[in-house]
């Protein structure tokens, strides 16, 4: 499974060799944090393939692992069997979307989020006298 790493400004994804064998793919794939849309989790990957398999690997069910080429763009995916993974769309970026197996996927969604500010205390108005 592909190892996640979460940045201040980016993620990164690093795949294990058999997984770049497999996607015919030599690099890790960042992605700035800014362009991430929204992550979620899914028990069934296979239902988010979408388009054709341009360069990569399947055994239908089983594996699948590369870019999927659709009309507006191309996903990366890496996934195995019926496991849950993380679905993560992304804007700017080579690919619109990302599928991975992964363990971890509701570390990764936790870790994604950003940090809320803190809001200034708004004076509330004073009741009137009379």
Do not use: C, Y
């Not at 388009?51 to 191309?74: D, M, N, Q, Y």
């Not at 809320?116 to 009137?128: F, G, L, Q, R, S």
């Amino acid at each position: 499974m592909a190892s996640l790493s979460v940045h201040s400004d980016r993620l990164e994804i690093h795949l294990t060799r058999a997984e770049r064998t497999l996607a015919l793919r030599r690099e890790s794939i960042v992605v700035q944090r800014d362009n991430i849309r929204s992550v979620i989790i899914t028990e069934d990957p296979w239902i988010w393939l979408r388009g054709i398999r341009a360069l990569g690997s399947i055994v239908p069910l089983v594996v699948a692992a590369g870019t999927w080429k659709f009309h507006g763009g191309k996903d990366f995916v890496s996934i195995k069997r019926h496991r849950p993974a993380v679905v993560i769309d992304l804007v700017d970026e080579e690919f619109a979307r990302v599928i991975l197996t992964s363990q971890h996927a509701t570390d990764l969604i936790d870790s994604l989020k950003l940090p809320v500010e803190p809001t200034a205390a708004v004076p509330t108005p004073a009741e009137p006298t009379s």
